[in-house]
């Protein structure tokens, strides 16, 4: 586990905010670091290297291909375990209280009903400057005369309660496929790849980012899973960055990315 350093006390990292703004890439889970003040949360400090506290690779690949598209990205500076930026402000896990078998101290009282203050502290102080720093970044894009296609780059472990998980990558998508289809299709013609479709986790989650900055803007928008083992060198998330910066590229000159256009999400039926 890492501190949150003087340097990065706000919550989130923001990267190349002028770049490229037809495309723009986040990490919700790009960090185990804690805020001062908040010590391991009753944790041992091996948890935090686990997936609980964040997805491993995930931030370095979002780095890498911000770089390669040219784009600006939005990173958390912060673990999951704190506050769960890719979840809604009403949902019951946004503040895990058990992950993975592993209790949160710290996280016992903290929801709206029980430490509401702490709960309405976290998310003014971490929650909401990263989803406004989104929003920012959708507002500059769309200033400049773009609509840009959201990124979302995640990652998820090899093996699940005992079972191995067959997939290298999956695309996690709602009801807009714009982005999803043709990155989906693309990624299975790379040689010897297992891409799951809305696996291993679906992209129907109300409230969640995407929902909030892609589904209800209208944005072309796709949440990308890499398995952990697959990008936890550096070696590995150059390849997996590089891979998706020239997918990416090659897709964007589809019309439809460059359109608002509003498909609902499966989460309101």
Same mark, same amino acid.
């Given at each position: 586990m890492q501190s949150m350093s003087r340097e990065g006390d706000l919550p989130f990292e923001l990267i190349n905010p002028e770049g490229e703004p037809r495309f723009l890439v986040i990490c919700d889970h790009a960090s185990n670091a804690l805020p001062p003040g908040y010590g391991s949360l009753? *944790?041992?400090?091996? +948890?935090?290297?686990r997936h609980i506290a964040y997805d491993i690779g995930a931030g370095a690949v979002s780095r890498l291909l911000a770089d390669k598209l040219g784009c600006p990205a939005v990173l958390a500076r912060f673990s999951r375990l704190l506050i769960d930026l890719n979840r809604g402000a009403d949902d019951p896990t946004l503040v895990m209280k058990l992950s993975d078998g592993a209790i949160i101290p710290a996280n016992r009282n903290v929801d709206a009903f029980q430490d509401a203050a702490e709960f309405a502290h976290r998310l003014a102080h971490f929650y909401e400057p990263y989803h406004a720093a989104v929003a920012g970044a959708v507002s500059r894009a769309r200033a400049a005369g773009a609509v840009p296609a959201i990124l979302?780059? !995640?990652?998820? &472990? $090899?093996?699940?309660r005992g079972k191995a998980r067959p997939w290298h990558a999956g695309i996690l998508w709602d009801r807009d496929d714009r982005l999803p289809m043709p990155l989906l299709q693309a990624l299975r013609q790379e040689p010897g790849l297992v891409i799951g479709d809305? +696996? $291993?986790y679906s992209g129907e989650l109300k409230g969640d980012c995407l929902y909030r900055h892609g589904t209800q803007n209208g944005l072309p928008h796709a949440l990308v899973e890499i398995r952990q083992d697959l990008i936890a060198d550096a070696r590995g998330q150059e390849?997996?960055?590089?891979?998706?910066?020239? *997918?990416? &590229?090659?897709? #964007?000159?589809? $019309?439809a990315l !460059? +359109?608002?256009? !509003?498909?609902?999400? !499966? #989460?309101? +039926?």
């Amino acid at each position: 586990m890492q501190s949150m350093s003087r340097e990065g006390d706000l919550p989130f990292e923001l990267i190349n905010p002028e770049g490229e703004p037809r495309f723009l890439v986040i990490c919700d889970h790009a960090s185990n670091a804690l805020p001062p003040g908040y010590g391991s949360l009753g *944790l041992n400090a091996g +948890e935090f290297s686990r997936h609980i506290a964040y997805d491993i690779g995930a931030g370095a690949v979002s780095r890498l291909l911000a770089d390669k598209l040219g784009c600006p990205a939005v990173l958390a500076r912060f673990s999951r375990l704190l506050i769960d930026l890719n979840r809604g402000a009403d949902d019951p896990t946004l503040v895990m209280k058990l992950s993975d078998g592993a209790i949160i101290p710290a996280n016992r009282n903290v929801d709206a009903f029980q430490d509401a203050a702490e709960f309405a502290h976290r998310l003014a102080h971490f929650y909401e400057p990263y989803h406004a720093a989104v929003a920012g970044a959708v507002s500059r894009a769309r200033a400049a005369g773009a609509v840009p296609a959201i990124l979302s780059i !995640h990652s998820f &472990t $090899p093996v699940w309660r005992g079972k191995a998980r067959p997939w290298h990558a999956g695309i996690l998508w709602d009801r807009d496929d714009r982005l999803p289809m043709p990155l989906l299709q693309a990624l299975r013609q790379e040689p010897g790849l297992v891409i799951g479709d809305n +696996e $291993p986790y679906s992209g129907e989650l109300k409230g969640d980012c995407l929902y909030r900055h892609g589904t209800q803007n209208g944005l072309p928008h796709a949440l990308v899973e890499i398995r952990q083992d697959l990008i936890a060198d550096a070696r590995g998330q150059e390849e997996w960055a590089e891979r998706l910066a020239r *997918l990416i &590229t090659r897709i #964007a000159v589809l $019309p439809a990315l !460059h +359109e608002i256009r !509003h498909y609902g999400s !499966h #989460a309101d +039926e």
